[in-house]
C-alpha cells in the first residue's frame, strides 16, 4: 500500500512538473484558447465535485 502511495505522488509531481514547464513555456494565440478552454471546464468539475460532496454529505 505504502509502494502504491508513493508511486502515486511520484505520477502527480511529474504531471505537475510539466503543467508548470508548459505554463512557463511562450503561448500563440491558438494555445490561450484551449488554456482558456480547459480551465473553464476544470472549474466545472472542481465544481460539480464539490458540491456533490457538499449534497451527500446532506448539508
Known amino acids: 500500500m505504502k509502494q502504491v502511495r508513493m508511486k502515486t505522488l511520484q505520477t502527480i509531481r511529474a504531471y505537475i512538473r510539466t503543467l508548470r514547464q508548459y505554463a512557463a513555456s511562450p503561448k500563440t494565440q ?16 472542481v465544481i460539480l465535485l464539490w458540491g456533490g460532496i457538499y449534497v451527500y454529505e446532506g448539508h
Open 30 to 45: 491558438y494555445e490561450y484558447k484551449h488554456y482558456g478552454i480547459f480551465l473553464i471546464l476544470f472549474a466545472l468539475v
